[in-house]
């Protein structure tokens, strides 16, 4: 009976009040790396996870088909609410950049490709050279080496993406609700949505600097 109309305006009370009607503080779910998960029993004794301080998830790479848990680095825009941003706040659809380290990993096995490794200058390729024969490659069978060259045929790499691995940081979306559910999962941008925040982020910056 206390809250607002959807409008903002106020309601006139005119009965007393009720457990339904409470209205809980918000969790503003921060980045933090002291992970802080509270257990609040809500109407039905049904149970939400109101995450109060988080610093992972796990974030799927959907032209992959894969998933990876993950270390959430920064929180970069919020079409809502800068302020958000300013104060590192998790909330769905927030954009935030995760740790590359897991998706690095996972596509040089599936696809034996070291990706996002920087292209070296002739003097810095002898000394590697010499550093590399110490720490050689672990010697893979004929099997494994066909099956890797099978999976190279139909690979393609959204050259934004490569680029970023290249950082070591990707942006995702989170996708899940840290105050609701408890976690802060999501999926890293692609294609055209990728392009879209970029774009963004970019004149964010621009009118920063201004």
Known sequence: MHKRRATGGKKKAWRKKRKYELGRQ???TKLSSNKTVRRIRVR???????????DTGNYSWGSEAV???TRILDVVYNASNNELVRTQTLVKSAIVQVDAAPFKQWYLQHYGIDIGRKKKSAAAKKEGEEGETATEEVKKSNHVLRKLEKR???????????EQF????LLACISSRPGQCG??????LEGKELEFYMKKIQRKKGKGAA
Not at 183 to 188: C, E, F, K, L, Q
């Open 26 to 28: 918000p969790a503003n």
């Open 67 to 69: 998933t990876r848990k």
């Open 152 to 162: 190279q045929q139909n690979r393609t790499l959204d050259p934004h993406i490569e």
């Open 166 to 169: 290249g950082s070591g940081r």
């Open 44 to 54: 039905g004794g049904n149970v939400k996870w109101r995450a109060l301080r988080l």
């Open 183 to 188: 976690r802060a999962d999501g999926y890293i």
